[in-house]
């Protein structure tokens, strides 16, 4: 609100106010505490500790400067009483600061609530239409924490022309009622309680609760994930309290509380953008019930879009499989927001899914009752662009009828999130085919984890030297064994032929170690690549954010594998070139190239050794045509070479019997 000048008779007023009235008033101020402004007093100066405070001594209403602020800003403000350190719930005047103490809060002649300076400016306004009798106005301090200013009659004030509730600051009270105009605001700092960067509001539909961020973009939205699996959810008992409700609210689901559980609470937006909801305990202190977003995975589509977000990792971001980050220098340096893009176009004939485990996702588009998960996929194959299916089985449908639903999502993936131990679904992504074929005997995706041949996680599939993974079919995780231990595997790489594993019971960020990491046992196909400790966190970087300090990632390769094992011709029918026998004689069958190939354990298949091929494959045997003229020409040259001396030998005889 900018400084407004006022006329002549606001001057008269208030310097009236300031010297006449305020010593009749001193002493009844300085002994009993008021809740109420009445025309012409000047109630409260922001030079003397004087307050209004509710009648039930719950709010109180004074002038103050924020608890951290290093100058002479001073603010009108309403606090919980006696409250310490003091929880401030709405400031007047945010924008304006007061720089001394040469002001006051009074009702002005034109009938308004005014913060008034000693030269006539107006720091602050309730802004109502100018009236001829200001001595009906009135201003009283609820024990709500609302102040209200409106029309009196004789001692009760009759008519509510403004209030502090209709125009929030940061901080949501018991009384209030959520509409699509009320807002809060956050602070600039805990300085500065000046409009700050996020916003809370309903979306335009008055269906979502939303935190926007200041160029109104959205970084956190409530109820987006799926009906099913969501602890970003906002709670009931936060939905109807913000509804001003104790019964079902259409928005929430069938829960009842009654009036006094919401009178010591209080919802408020945090300077970096959290949505808090407090509750005061029998010990009378604050407790946090509640927060979202709780960290920086649950951060509205904080991977951008096809982007997995894993708190737990040091990168926390991954692309869905199939899918490459769209801008690489940019997920490098720990800005995810661009997402991903597909590695192949969908859509087209050859179409797969790969299936995700205990996956959170953004709310589908479509949802349908189906009898099969076959069902599902076929509608989502047929109804283009369809980018992923969920099949949730009746009987964890939560539905009386128990049928089976199908949820279908056609807009791009956001806001996707592994689950890790609290909750998630099944969540079937369509790729093309090209992105997702693998070798013959590769193990099953394990979570979002694609397992490529060698590496093992069972007895049907990979090679038995390289079964050292072990996957969690129930969770999605995918665990690395070795002597020293069972680590989480967060990334594999299969173009480097590296994994990625974190150690949490290593001493890796203890100065008197170093930053080195404790002996780690490897044989065999496998070698130590890298090791990252992970010892400091930076807030708000997704790229270096994690739940505990002082773990580890370590960076594993493997060496490429021998021929692939196999009990009969049929298991080498999928390695082309390669035929099931024992050639070194240990009893182990495995499938060797036929002649004329080679076996490369890079490209995992037979390579047909050309000639002249060098890299220490066996060359490929000459054809008999070649050799014979390659041997006749030999013959003719030395034949000729053979003559010619001959002659010039005959020639230089002659010369000396001459």
Excluded at 232 to 247: A, C, H, I, K
Excluded at 437 to 451: A, D, R
Excluded at 521 to 527: A, Q, T, V
Excluded at 613 to 640: E, H, N, Y
Aim: aromatic residues 10%.
């Amino acid at each position: 609100m900018a400084r407004r000048g006022l006329n002549q008779r606001d001057l008269r007023a208030m310097h009236s106010m300031l010297s006449a009235v305020f010593f009749s008033y001193a002493f009844f101020l300085c002994c009993f505490a008021r809740d109420t402004i009445t025309y012409p007093s000047v109630a409260i100066g922001s030079d003397r500790q004087e307050s209004l405070v509710s009648a039930g001594k719950r709010f109180e209403l004074g002038f103050f400067s924020p608890e951290e602020s290093t100058d002479s800003r001073r603010y009108l403000g309403i606090w919980y009483y006696k409250s310490n350190p003091r929880i401030v719930v709405w400031v007047a005047n945010r924008t304006i600061p007061l720089l001394d103490d040469e002001a006051g809060l009074a009702i002005a002649e034109d009938g308004n609530l005014k913060i008034l300076h000693g030269d006539g400016t107006s720091y602050w306004s309730t802004e109502l239409p100018s009236t001829s009798n200001p001595a009906y106005r009135e201003a009283k301090l609820l024990d709500s924490g609302n102040l209200v200013f409106g029309d009196r009659n004789n001692t009760l004030l009759t008519t509510i022309l403004w209030e502090s509730f209709a125009d929030p600051t940061d901080t949501f009270l018991p009384g209030m009622k959520m509409s699509e105009t009320l807002k809060l605001i956050s602070w600039e700092s805990k300085a500065d309680p000046k409009k700050g960067k996020f916003t809370f509001q309903l979306d335009e539909g008055g269906t979502r609760f939303v935190i926007f961020n200041i160029d109104q973009t959205e970084h956190w939205v409530n109820g987006e994930s799926d009906d099913f699996f969501s602890p970003e959810r906002m709670p009931d008992r936060m939905t109807n309290f913000l509804f001003n409700t104790t019964g079902p609210h259409p928005k929430s689901r069938n829960i009842t509380l009654p009036p006094s559980d919401y009178n010591n609470t209080r919802i408020m937006l945090g300077i970096e953008g959290e949505l808090q909801y407090w509750k005061l305990d029998v010990d009378r202190n604050w407790s946090l019930q509640w927060m979202a977003p709780r960290d920086n995975c649950s951060v509205f589509n904080a991977c951008g879009n096809f982007g997995i977000c894993n708190l737990h990792n040091m990168l926390a971001c991954r692309c869905l499989p199939g899918f490459k980050p769209a801008s690489p220098e940019s997920w490098r340096n720990g800005d995810f927001s661009g997402g991903c893009g597909i590695n192949s176009a969908v859509c087209e004939k050859n179409d797969t899914f790969s299936t995700l485990k205990m996956m959170r996702v953004g709310k589908q588009n479509y949802k349908y009752e189906v009898e099969s998960e076959t069902k599902c996929r076929e509608k989502c194959l047929n109804n283009c662009p369809c980018h992923a299916y969920s099949f949730v089985k009746g009987e964890i449908n939560k539905r009386r009828d128990g049928i089976s639903m199908c949820l279908i999502w056609k807009d791009v993936l956001k806001d996707l999130q592994e689950a890790n131990s609290d909750g998630g679904r099944d969540l079937s992504v369509r790729v093309a085919i090209a992105d997702a074929e693998l070798k013959p005997k590769s193990c099953k995706p394990c979570g979002i984890n694609v397992i490529p041949y060698p590496l093992s996680t069972g007895s049907d599939c990979g090679d038995p030297m390289y079964s050292s993974f072990h996957c969690n079919t129930s969770t999605g995780k995918l665990s690395f064994q070795t002597q020293n231990g069972t680590y989480n595997v967060t990334t594999i790489d299969q173009d480097t032929r590296t994994f990625t594993i974190q150690d949490k019971d290593g001493d890796h960020c203890n100065s008197s170690t170093g930053g080195q990491m404790r002996e780690f046992n490897l044989s065999l196909p496998f070698k130590m690549i890298d090791f990252k400790p992970w010892c400091d966190t930076v807030a708000g970087n997704l790229g270096s954010n994690i739940s505990s300090q002082g773990v580890v990632e370590i960076v594993i390769g493997w060496e490429p594998p021998a021929e692939p094992v196999c009990t009969s011709s049929a298991d080498c029918e999928d390695w082309p070139n390669s035929t099931c026998k024992n050639v070194t004689g240990n009893g182990k069958m495995r499938c060797y190239c036929n002649s004329n190939f080679q076996w490369n354990g890079s490209a995992l298949s037979c390579v047909q050794v050309l000639y002249g091929q060098s890299g220490g494959f066996s060359r490929k045997k000459k054809p008999l045509s070649l050799i014979v003229g390659v041997t006749i020409a030999s013959v003719t040259v030395l034949s000729s070479i053979f003559l010619y001396t001959c002659i010039l030998m005959r020639k230089k005889a002659k010369r000396r019997g001459n």
